[in-house]
């Protein structure tokens, strides 16, 4: 007798509201979602040190070339001066 496998459920398959998912492999998906909806919940993971972040700091993620340019340019003029 086969046993259940387990799912995990991570939303409709059909992108909604600000959504767009996009299946790449059965087993690998991404989904775009505006930095607006997560920036806020980053802010508040790393703020309150949340131990799942831990799992994702190897990840890479896509960003627009003028965005990265932003925070290029951030993290320059932010250093302290010597």
């Given at each position: 007798?086969?046993?259940p496998r387990l799912r995990i459920y991570d939303g409709p398959r059909?992108?909604?509201g600000g959504v767009n998912?996009?299946?790449t492999t059965q087993a690998h998906q991404t989904v775009t979602?505006?930095?607006a909806e997560v920036?806020?919940?980053l802010r508040d993971a790393v703020q309150s040190q949340?131990?799942?972040l831990r799992d994702f700091e190897d990840d890479e993620i896509?960003?627009?070339?003028?965005?990265y340019e932003v925070i290029l340019a951030?993290?320059?003029y932010r250093r302290p001066s010597a």
């Amino acid at each position: 007798m086969r046993s259940p496998r387990l799912r995990i459920y991570d939303g409709p398959r059909e992108g909604t509201g600000g959504v767009n998912l996009a299946e790449t492999t059965q087993a690998h998906q991404t989904v775009t979602v505006p930095l607006a909806e997560v920036l806020p919940l980053l802010r508040d993971a790393v703020q309150s040190q949340r131990t799942w972040l831990r799992d994702f700091e190897d990840d890479e993620i896509t960003i627009s070339m003028d965005l990265y340019e932003v925070i290029l340019a951030y993290q320059y003029y932010r250093r302290p001066s010597a």
